[in-house]
DNA sequence: GCGGACTCTCTTTTT
DNA sequence: GAGAGTCCGC
């Protein structure tokens, strides 16, 4: 174990930590104090160095982390650390673009538009041009589209690709138009758009250029090519680019993600030093056995080994279900028995590979009254009524647009179909005005055809604004009542209503908190459509102390004592998509699981349906792949213990947990005990052989 | 324009 | 197997 230093730091750790100006390239393992080493070189930046806290500039993978980065830095030197400039590269940009869209062909008011309507807009575009989806399924042509944009290719730079005599690149360019044309741009355009400002614009880009001196980026092995330039142009000036990451948690490859930005860090950036985190604070060597394990395989990696610091621990266990519910069931008991250890509920997880397999595990744990709270699934502010709602809201605090009208225009039901939406959707564009003023005009009384239908809301909305400076919510429930919004929830059926109003209660609170911190509705606009979930604020949640259930891909970055990874099976973990895309998804599929192993610090327990049920089609799994040849003194099965009663001990002092030596198997260990008299059977776990089950009277094992 | 019955697709992962 | 999308009669 490497000697930690005064500062709390180990050599490796503070070498980071003070390294001098120019690139530097911080490769961090699992567990290795990563973000600490962040947190203390901002620190000694400002602090030792001078630099101005605003004059800094950390890049994090998720919204959450930027708060937490902040968090510890203002424990570490006070207040200083606050004015640190921080978030993801999506919510930095958006920031960015809010000051110079003009410059790219944008009103500063656009709007970002999430992944539902992004679609939608799609569809749209391909049914007006006659294209069926079995020609050209929709999701095909978005996904290339946001291949070009990971690549920072704008319409007239993506390649001229025909897909069965479609030309893609021609409905990428109408997909542009038509953001344009509604004030919008993508997740994707948040980035590209700041990327073709600084190429575009020299003295936009010099004047970011000097904005900061230091620039950090954390998770960098998950950066798509986009970003990369993103951080090229950024640091053009000054190359004061400290990266942090571990080309093993390289998971995003789907987004675009290249693992050559992180491999190659030291021959794209000359002059590059790098700093070696591999000693792992977090795990017991036991697990780390097994990561260790998994990883190795892998072929294009620095090659590196974590290294342990904790103590042995117990060995991972592996355990054979029937059936998903049967998996469910057995994992409610482990972490029962986990908690019946001292393990706190919030020290444990669920980890699983898709978001689908949440479904049986929350029922069983509905049903076995243990606490669990989920992460991640379909996000708050993609919720259906939270959408409606808050269109309703930005209509009414002067920063609705097009769409967010037409979503709302017949909800609840004012009399308009689809043909009075396209007759609406023509009118606002020719009044050239924007869908707030536009609905000034109709509470006047000016409307003509469908639009004739929307007066009454206009003029509600029209009155509402006189006064929604002095409601804490700016209107928002007043809005819905009036609007009979809230009685349209409830022609949904009653359950599902209460939910959904229970939903709306939430945004309020959300509004309401933050119209405290005085920022403005745009400005809330713009933390929803980039906050992925209400949880991510963290409060307001009743159950604090419970299980947490995500996806693998939720939990990169965060660890727990106890740790159940479900269906490490060949088609969930490596998942079937990528097994039909071959070894590079196989690759990536490699580093999740590895990802999820290395979450754990104490317990960790991998499992495995034999029947799983998915689209109602029932599958017969084998193990995964990846546990293949791992040796069963890494990876203990888990033997189902039948008689309770006799399983302590028999009379020559065996029982569970005994280490014994049989004549020919070798070394092993009690691991079940049944029956009774001459008649226990024993299971032994063998180091050589696996595990045999054993009649104890004839086995002629002895106990070591 | 609306509602009910029918068909069909689907999510692997997230900013 | 559920939710969305489509078709049809009113």
């Not at 949640?541 to 965060?558: F, P």
Request: charge should be neutral.
């Amino acid at each position: 174990m490497a000697e930690i230093l005064p500062t709390g730091l180990n050599a490796a750790q503070q070498a980071a930590v003070v390294a001098g100006d120019g690139p530097q390239l911080i490769l961090a393992g699992a567990g290795s104090g990563k973000t600490r080493t962040i947190v203390h070189r901002i620190g000694h930046l400002i602090a030792d160095r001078g630099v101005a806290p605003h004059r800094i500039l950390a890049v994090t993978f998720t919204n959450k982390s930027a708060a937490e980065l902040k968090s510890r830095l203002s424990s570490l030197i006070g207040d200083g650390g606050g004015g640190v400039t921080s978030g993801t590269f999506h919510s930095i940009s958006l920031r960015l673009l809010r000051r110079y869209a003009e410059a790219v062909g944008y009103p500063r008011s656009f709007q970002v538009i999430d992944s539902d309507d992004q679609k939608a807009l799609i569809k749209r575009l391909l049914k007006q041009a006659n294209i069926a989806t079995d020609r050209l399924h929709p999701s095909y042509l978005l996904s290339w589209i946001e291949k070009c944009k990971h690549l920072g290719q704008t319409p007239q730079q993506a390649p001229a690709d025909d897909w069965n005599g479609i030309k893609l690149h021609e409905f990428y360019s109408s997909y542009q138009q038509q953001l344009r044309d509604h004030e919008r741009m993508d997740f994707s355009d948040l980035i590209l758009n700041v990327v073709i400002l600084m190429r575009e614009h020299p003295s936009i880009a010099e004047a970011l250029q000097h904005r900061f001196d230091h620039v950090l980026v954390d998770e960098y092995q998950d950066t798509n090519p986009v970003q990369h330039e993103w951080l090229m142009l950024l640091c053009a000036g000054h190359h004061n680019l400290t990266v942090v990451g571990d080309d093993d948690q390289s998971i995003y490859g789907w987004r675009g993600a290249d693992i050559r930005h992180i491999l190659d860090f030291e021959h794209i950036w000359s002059g590059a030093e790098q700093h070696r985190l591999e000693e792992n604070y977090r795990s017991t060597a036991s697990i780390l056995a097994l990561a260790n394990m998994v990883i190795r395989k892998n072929e294009d990696r620095y090659d590196k080994s974590l290294r342990a610091t904790q103590g042995v621990g117990e060995i991972p266990q592996w355990k054979v279900c029937n059936d998903e519910y049967d998996e469910a069931r057995q994992i409610s008991a482990q972490l029962r028995k986990w908690h019946d250890m001292g393990y706190e509920w919030q020290e444990m997880a669920i980890l699983y590979r898709s978001n689908r397999q949440s479904l049986p595990l929350e029922q069983v744990l509905r049903e076995t009254a243990l606490p669990y709270r989920i992460i991640g699934g379909v996000g708050f502010f993609e919720r259906l009524e939270i959408k409606d709602a808050l269109a309703y809201w930005a209509l009414l605090n002067r920063c609705g647009d097009g769409l967010q009208l037409m979503r709302i225009c017949n909800r609840p039901k004012r009399g308009i179909g689809l043909k009075g939406q396209e007759q609406l959707a023509a009118q606002l564009a020719a009044s050239g005005l924007r869908a707030p003023e536009w609905l000034d005009l109709l509470a006047n009384e000016q409307a003509e055809g469908a639009a004739k239908k929307l007066v009454p809301l206009a003029k509600l909305i029209v009155s509402l604004r006189e006064k929604i400076s002095s409601l804490p919510d700016r209107g928002l429930m007043e809005l819905l009542r009036s609007s009979a919004y809230l009685d349209g929830l409830q022609a949904m059926g009653e359950l599902e209503a209460g939910g959904r109003t229970d939903n709306i209660q939430t945004l309020q609170r959300y509004i309401e908190l933050t119209m405290e911190q005085n920022l403005t509705p745009v400005e809330f606009m713009d933390r929803a459509a980039l906050l992925q979930s209400g949880e991510e604020e963290g409060k307001s949640r009743d159950n604090e102390n419970s299980v947490t259930l995500m996806s693998l891909h939720r939990a990169k970055g965060l660890e727990f004592d106890c740790v159940v990874l479900p269906g490490v099976e060949d088609g969930l973990l490596p998942h079937q998509r990528s097994l039909d895309d071959g070894e590079v998804g196989i690759a990536e599929e490699r580093r999740l699981l590895y990802v999820g192993i290395t979450r754990a610090r104490h317990q960790l327990k991998l499992t495995h349906a034999r029947v799983r049920r998915l689209f109602g089609e029932t599958h017969h799994p084998t193990p995964s792949r990846f546990l293949k040849d791992i040796p069963a003194h890494i990876l203990q099965q888990d033997m189902p213990v039948k008689s309770v009663a006799v399983a302590q001990s028999s009379e020559n002092g065996m029982g569970v947990g005994s280490s014994v030596m049989h004549p020919s198997f070798g070394e092993g260990m009690i691991i079940d005990f049944e029956g009774a008299g001459d008649a226990i059977r024993v299971s032994v776990q063998f180091r050589k052989v696996g595990i045999k089950r054993l009649m104890l009277k004839y086995a002629a094992l002895v106990l070591l």
